[in-house]
């Protein structure tokens, strides 16, 4: 679980982009104007190697604006994550994209956006 703890500061770091970020699902009722939600859904492990896959997802309640914002906050989030390599004294990750796209809602005020990596983690191991 320490591990894990591990990888979550990383990516909170990583999308620290003026957006409040959460992990997991945020309660509708307290909806901001924009904020950005991740999680990890259940994932593949060896004993000393993670295959993790982050999902990224940006919503943004646009109220009078177009989707500038969004589109801008999107390359920059991606620009923050793909290809990034984090090497600690735990761990090694290192992130690649796999997808991305446009996400419909039902609320035609509520515009979302989603990014996907491959999240690789291998443990550091002293022999």
Known sequence: MENMIDVFTVIFERLSVEWPVFFEEKDTESFA????????????????????????????????????????????????????????????????KTSQGMIPDPDKNVRRRELRYLVKREERIDY
Do not use: G
């Not at 989707?67 to 690649?96: C, G, S």
């Open 33 to 96: 104007n924009d904020y950005i939600v991740f999680k990890l859904p259940p994932s593949s492990s060896t004993k000393y190697r993670d295959n993790l896959i982050l999902e990224v997802t940006l919503w943004s309640y646009l109220e009078d604006r177009d989707t500038v914002h969004l589109e801008q906050k999107w390359a920059e989030v991606d620009k923050k994550l793909q290809h990034h390599m984090h090497l600690d004294d735990n761990q090694l990750l290192i992130f690649q």
